[in-house]
T-cell receptor, first 115, second 114 residues
Framework: DTAVSQTPKYLVTQMGNDKSIKCEQN?????MYWYKQDSKKFLKIMFS???????INETVPNRFSPKSPDKAHLNLHINSLELGDSAVYFC??????????????FGEGSRLTVL | AQSVTQLDSQVPVFEEAPVELRCNYS??????LFWYVQYPNQGLQLLLK??????LVESINGFEAEFNKSQTSFHLRKPSVHISDTAEYFC????????????FGTGTRLTVIP
């Protein structure tokens, strides 16, 4: 079984459309994340949720809205897609202990291409 | 906040040669340090980590990294690389509160040449 799974793996869409990426983890972790990896491979955190509660919300346009229906799922919805949104989006999870070790488990990524 | 600098964006090396991927960090507090590897079209996987104790840490596939506090470095080394080591390598740092404060470097592309 895949520990952190994302769907879809590839997404090609037109500017102005709305799209969602889904993420599920079966590791029993309490914390989930969305990262964006740009064309230069730079990884930047977008959001972090702990037990369905938003913990980190970096400077991300409000067209991006995360939703966590339960602690095993964290979905990313993007409204009014723009060319600059083209990137690979990674979901990740980790244990939350307060003194945690920072080890993240990543999904395989969702490559979004906006035309 | 912490930050990470990976000085080399690309490192080509011949098969069976040694390699060192450099990582320097900046932090005003104690840190955890990590190396993650990203194989083509895959997500990142943890390669090795330094939390405390021995400053030399090893992975199961022959990589090692040494935490050097005075030089604020955590360089990754392997004495003899294989074709299968071709990947993107990311150094990362967090404070002791853990994953929510994890900062990644910009990555080093290791290409092993046959």
């Amino acid at each position: 079984d895949t520990a952190v799974s994302q769907t879809p793996k590839y997404l090609v869409t037109q500017m102005g459309n709305d799209k969602s990426i889904k993420c599920e983890q079966n590791l029993g972790h309490d914390t989930m994340y969305w990262y964006k990896q740009d064309s230069k491979k730079f990884l930047k955190i977008m959001f972090s949720y702990n037990n369905k509660e938003l913990i980190i919300n970096e400077t991300v346009p409000n067209r991006f809205s995360p939703k966590s229906p339960d602690k095993a799922h964290l979905n990313l919805h993007i409204n009014s897609l723009e060319l600059g949104d083209s990137a690979v989006y990674f979901c990740a999870s980790s244990r939350w202990t307060g003194g945690g070790t920072g080890e993240l488990f990543f999904g395989e990524g969702s490559r979004l291409t906006v035309l | 906040a912490q930050s990470v600098t990976q000085l080399d964006s690309q490192v080509p090396v011949f098969e069976e040669a040694p390699v060192e991927l450099r990582c320097n960090y900046s932090s005003s507090v104690s840190v955890y340090l990590f190396w993650y590897v990203q194989y083509p079209n895959q997500g990142l996987q943890l390669l090795l980590k330094y939390l405390s104790g021995s400053t030399l840490v090893e992975s199961i596939n022959g990589f090692e990294a040494e935490f050097n506090k005075s030089q604020t470095s955590f360089h990754l080394r392997k004495p003899s690389v294989h074709i299968s080591d071709t990947a993107e390598y990311f150094c990362a740092v967090s404070d002791l509160t853990g994953a929510n404060n994890l900062f990644f470097g910009t990555g080093t592309r290791l290409t092993v040449i046959p």
